[in-house]
């Protein structure tokens, strides 16, 4: 097919960026042009046209992949991890029959629900305003404190939600607590212990390679539609697939 109509300009600063985007520590104006087969003029306008736009970057004396380009590649994996995690709610609402599916993103020391699946609105993704699960109560909430490693955002969580306040009288103890926190860590798939006479709710962790958690997905289902505990193994297995599937995406 003829190119005739494309513009010439564009496609050199296409090219420059797939040259310099292949090299392994950037590349040089003169050998950029070299490469080209660009006047010097030229390839100098079309370069720092890039960098104005943040595409390109210069770094001692080489051209690099700039943060624009950066920003963009990691808009497009979280765009495309974004309607995995849709996918897998519909599966999972579709999978309970009746009840919630629920992902929620892991960030400043906070569960924050931002997708959801209900029966109110059968088969209906509802996008969330952020909004944050109760730590010490909720399956996703444990999780967060789960794998919660480090101590900064351990200082959060305890500033913004007290243990003595919020925690003490679901867990009597820290040490309780703990333990809990310790068996679902290694499973990571949690189900919450409290108010399970009105609703069975269960999350599994969405973590990537190096153990860092992201997010969790789950369920809730009326317990009153729960027939027996295979019925509950069998949600654990489903959100235990479901959260494993997404945990790839994010390598």
């Excluded at 046209?49 to 690099?64: I, K, P, Q, V, W």
């Excluded at 040490?175 to 999350?203: C, Y």
Aim: glycine fraction near 8%; include cysteine; aromatic fraction near 8%.
């Amino acid at each position: 097919m003829a190119n005739n109509d494309l513009v010439g300009s564009l496609t050199k600063g296409m090219d420059i960026l797939k040259l310099v985007g292949n090299s392994e520590h950037g590349l040089k104006a003169g050998e950029i042009a070299a490469a080209l087969n660009l006047k010097t003029s030229t390839c100098y306008n079309l370069v720092r046209t890039l960098c104005a736009g943040d595409f390109l970057e210069r770094r001692g004396g080489n051209f690099c992949i700039g943060s624009a380009i950066v920003q963009l590649a990691g808009n497009s994996h979280y765009n495309r991890f974004v309607a995995a995690a849709e996918h897998e709610l519909l599966h999972l609402y579709q999978a309970i029959n009746w009840g919630t599916a629920i992902y929620a993103k892991f960030e400043n020391g906070q569960m924050l629900q931002t997708h959801r699946v209900s029966f109110e609105r059968p088969g209906v993704i509802q996008r969330l305003n952020d909004e944050s699960m109760h730590p010490y109560a909720s399956a996703s909430g444990l999780l967060g404190l789960a794998f919660t490693d480090d101590e900064s955002t351990r200082l959060i969580i305890a500033s913004r939600w007290p243990f003595s306040e919020f925690g003490a009288h679901l867990w009597r103890d820290r040490h309780t607590l703990a333990g809990f926190l310790k068996n679902i860590r290694q499973e990571r798939v949690a189900e919450s212990p409290f108010d399970k006479e009105d609703f069975i709710r269960i999350s599994g962790a969405v973590v990537s390679s190096s153990g860092k958690l992201s997010g969790t997905i789950g369920v809730s289902v009326p317990t009153a539609r729960v027939r027996d505990h295979a019925t509950i193994d069998r949600f654990k297995k489903l959100v235990s697939e479901a959260a494993s599937r997404l945990s790839e995406r994010l390598d």
